[in-house]
């Protein structure tokens, strides 16, 4: 199997080489859903004859499909970008989930055109949202794939990962206060040393925000929960360029005096204009208490679930401003900085500066039965949390 | 007295002729506190000779001060700008309490220069913060001042609540949603008709909002507290231009189906971008709930006294920005566009399209003491709110 080995995207294809142009009638086996719900209850295992391909559209193969957090809500329904309703793959109407995924083109229409951007074997990761990769095969438009470039040496676990969280990391370091050292007019002007602020800085989009911020040189103050674990984690974040990890609960003792000590890590040659939040608890609001003037405090999650709570003075007189990000929108309006965006992402990882969140790969196969049975057993796995970023492998039958 | 009659600035210079370099030896009386505290405990009536005149600085003659609700944070000490801490003035340092008013120019240093821009007699309002309104009279830099047309047509009211609540309204309705026809480049882009909703409609900035928007072709829909006299004031706020008026508790009823009712009023061809906040309770995160994707929330105000509470989702997919405006930071920057703006203003009140909000004037004289108990109950009646705005008059003596 490929996936625990780096393999050169060069070599793989030419070993896919061999299944050149393979466009044939297909078998596809996909976890979809009829009815929105809970998601360890309403996944089906379903398999259905691929279409013949229509113009423009190419023949993938899946690699590794990846689960990340909002899929839950994409089942449950409570999220806005949804899959498509197929009712051409079965006896009813059906979704077949996944956002994020690592596909091999494996053929297009003998007369249809890829205008030059794709051939056989060429890996490639989703520019577009919700196209459905918990499958094993699919027919899709060529102008939503984005390929790896070819001289990059990606495992496939990296590249699986490499389509939503490192993209947002990357762009709300760039789009608020602009940090990326290429767009760099505004954030060298007064040449201060810039830091960043964020909790959940586990997460996979955390990680990327730090190596990023290593790597444009920005400084970072990371928060997480508190666990059994901490220190060692702490020691992982480090590793990563992590300049200071605080748990939330260390964050926000009073003894611990942190203000003052943040401001001291600050310095005066320092300004810290850039806060980004994926949970909306306590926090938050003590991380915008400590922004500079004119922050920009961006959110990109709720894991607290509750609402976002900041004092109006902040806002008045310290020229807060809290606004959002969401891929999905970004790339409807930026589909060729995402192109550009996904090169220089790719070369950061082939050059090892950029890791990929720890992952878990899960075997699929067996009957529809079997496979509805293990994926109840991942999502509930999912919602209890904490465990490693999970990728999805068809094995082949 | 001037104070109720509409007096045209050029006929009231010419009365002040009369007087014209009049830079010698004169006392002023002022309202001033030595500590930070209650305000109806800690503001004294004070008695100081001007000093001789600087390079620069222009002999006043306060015709009125206004008193606005900030200025009760400011004597509390919790307002982030501050008058300024004066030595010269009595034997303890004592700060001249007044952020709002308008006077008249009565002298300046015999060779000093105002560039052309002041003459003796011209009416000015305050174009720097904190300037110490609440007196008779004051030695003031010319730069801090902002000369009124002289060819409009100004009552003393008007000219005394035109400089902060006019301007804060001007702003908003400007710099985050382009409304204001004079910049109309992105506000006409699409051709949707504009609209803008906001709590504390019925504040002085309120009236301003109801009535630039009218002018500049925006719609408004327009939130009050419930009142005994909730009617008369609905139908005043609608002469004023208002589109729509409720009451918060019609607003976030269920039972009116407020939601549905105001997507009707805006309509497909409309679009609400631009939410003015001065409350911050439950109806703001409603007011934003409502706005169309891409929106501005802008906060000028926390009357609710509570953290401003918006749901995570709202940042996350539909594009709000949370933001605030403080006309004290934005004059720092643009002090020339503040005169252009000030004179626009200015005509629009002489154009009777413009109307200032209730006022009362308090009449200040007497001894000390009597004036000090005066203040006294004057700020008792604020703390309760629901007054008219109060403009303070010093008696000639």
Redesign the interface.
């Known amino acids: 199997m490929l996936l625990s080995t780096r393999t050169s995207a060069r070599g793989f294809a030419t070993t896919c080489r061999a299944l050149a142009g393979s466009t044939g009638p297909v078998d596809s086996r996909a976890v979809v859903f009829a009815e929105h719900g809970d998601p360890t209850r309403v996944l089906k295992s379903h398999r259905y004859r691929l279409a013949k391909l229509d113009k423009g559209q190419v023949r993938l193969r899946f690699e590794l499909g990846a689960i990340n957090p909002a899929d839950i809500n994409v089942i449950q329904g409570v999220y ?1 970008s949804k899959p498509q309703v197929r009712e051409d793959i079965g006896a009813e109407p059906l979704s077949i989930m996944g956002n994020e995924g690592v596909a091999t083109v494996e053929g297009f229409e003998e007369d249809g055109t890829v205008e030059g951007r794709l051939k056989i074997g060429d890996r490639v990761v989703m520019g577009a949202p919700q196209l459905g990769t918990w499958q094993s095969h699919a027919n899709l438009p060529h102008a939503s794939l984005i390929p790896l470039p070819s001289d990059a040496e990606l495992s496939l676990r990296q590249a699986a990962t490499l389509a939503i969280n490192p993209p947002t990391a990357w762009r709300m370091l760039s789009d608020f206060i602009p940090l990326n050292p290429e767009h760099s007019d505004a954030a060298t002007k007064g040449k201060k040393k810039q830091w960043v602020i964020q909790n959940g800085a586990n997460s996979a989009v955390g990680q990327a925000v730090i190596q990023l911020a290593r790597e444009w040189g920005v400084g970072t103050i990371n928060l997480v929960r508190d666990r059994p674990s901490v220190n060692e984690l702490k020691s992982y974040l480090h590793s990563l360029g992590a300049d200071h990890v605080l748990t939330y609960d260390e964050f926000l003792s009073r003894e611990n005096n942190t203000r003052a000590k943040v401001k001291e890590w600050i310095g005066r040659d320092g300004e810290m204009r850039l806060a980004l ?1 994926c949970v ?1 608890g306590k926090e938050t ?1 003590e991380m915008a208490k400590l922004m500079s003037m004119d922050g920009k405090l961006v ?4 894991m607290a679930k509750t ?11 310290r ?8 891929l999905s ?1 970004w790339t409807q309006t930026h589909p060729q900085e995402r192109q550009t965006m996904m090169r220089s992402l790719a070369e950061l990882v082939a050059q090892g500066k950029l890791k990929e969140p720890e992952t878990e790969v899960v075997e699929l196969a067996g009957s529809d039965a079997e496979v509805a049975e293990k994926m109840s057993g991942v999502m509930k796995r999912i919602e209890e949390g904490r465990g490693k970023k999970i990728l999805l492998h068809w094995r082949d039958e």
């Open positions: 806005p939040n909306g609001a959110t990109y999650g709720g609402a976002l709570a900041l004092p109006p003075s902040l806002f008045i007189f020229k807060l401003t809290s606004t959002g990000f969401w929108n």
